[in-house]
């Protein structure tokens, strides 16, 4: 923690590195079944163990944790809604194998970035839901509120933007501390696009540069193991 607390100088960093906790945190709390059958609150925070071993043990293989990272976020989180997203107005524009090839290497990207976080997370942490909001105009979205609680340092204030289809639970945004990891990802997608004439194989495979380089994002992430 004080090497992560060391680095986190920028607000790009912070948010960065709050994003990765809020995701160990969701991911050491999500069930691998992700029904609608209970509450919000109930898809949050229910079978807390489910992948505490897989996760967090170092004893377990790295490539073992890696795919066990990638099945979860896979099923707690809709990567091709939040691909369109961060890529905006070029999603459009590509077509399907495009967009298919950047979100296959979208997970590895999200996958290499961060999974180091859970070699940090610390015994005794806990998220705790506050309140629960359906979108006045939408009412497949609601907003989880919840603040996660560690032994050591300040509360974090996180929201999750979840969006129920056909009876399933899935998350579209986490806020952490007001601050969207979508629209972060967004801003730095975009970018990546305009550099590249808006070309999504172009953008998949600077990004698969990147993975094989293991140069996926901020060194406050990539680096804090």
Known sequence: MDKLNDIMTGRRTVVSVLAGFALAAFMLLV?????????????????????????????VPHEQRKQRFRQLLAEGFDIPAIGSFVTAKYWRRADAAAQQDFLDVFQDVITLRFLPI??????????????????????????VFSTLVRPVGEPVSIAWRILETDSVYQIVDVRVENLSMAITLRSEYTSLLQRHNGDMAALAKELRRRVAAGDVGDPAITNAQ
């Open 118 to 143: 859970f070699d940090h997370f610390e015994e005794g942490t806990e998220l705790e839901v506050n309140r629960v909001v359906n979108d006045k105009d939408s009412p497949r979205v609601i907003d």
């Open 31 to 59: 069930p691998v079944e992700l029904r609608a059958s209970g509450t919000p609150e109930a898809f949050i925070g229910q079978l807390r163990d489910s992948a505490v071993k897989e996760l967090t043990d170092k004893s």
